[in-house]
């Protein structure tokens, strides 16, 4: 059973960082590609990062670019997202996921974790 657990949410004032982590099981970990989505109150789910199965291509959504940094590491089957300079918009609930694509979009992700929210004041 594949299992992906986040964590390293919290409150964070505008312009500070913050590091999530999600912790991934139940699968051969380096065979998956990776990706990071919000969802905000209200809103739908979108895009934020994405890295490949070795971790040599990345993919950002343009909101998060410059700010956020994905990253793996296949021999932990940890993957991370690095968010700096957070701004008040930055505030959802963040989910990570595996696809057996490397891909931006959430249909091709099969499974989720249960979300950690990020809380950025102004």
């Known amino acids: 059973q594949v299992q992906l657990v986040e964590s390293g949410g919290g409150l964070v004032q505008a312009g500070g960082s913050l590091t999530l982590s999600c912790a991934a099981s139940?699968?051969?970990?380096?065979?998956?590609?990776m990706g990071w989505f919000r969802q905000a109150p209200g809103k739908d789910r979108k895009f934020v990062a994405a890295?490949?199965?070795?971790?040599?291509?990345?993919s950002y959504a343009d909101s998060v670019k410059g700010r956020f940094t994905i990253s793996r590491d296949n021999a932990k089957t940890m993957v991370y997202l690095q968010m700096n300079s957070l701004k008040p918009e930055d505030t959802a609930v963040y989910y990570c996921?595996?696809?057996?694509?490397?891909?931006?979009?959430?249909?091709?992700?099969?499974?989720w974790g249960q979300g950690t929210q990020v809380t950025v004041s102004s």
């Open positions: 890295i490949s199965r070795s971790g040599g291509s990345t």
């Open positions: 139940g699968r051969t970990f380096s065979n998956y590609a």
């Open positions: 996921a595996t696809t057996n694509y490397f891909s931006t979009g959430a249909p091709t992700y099969d499974y």
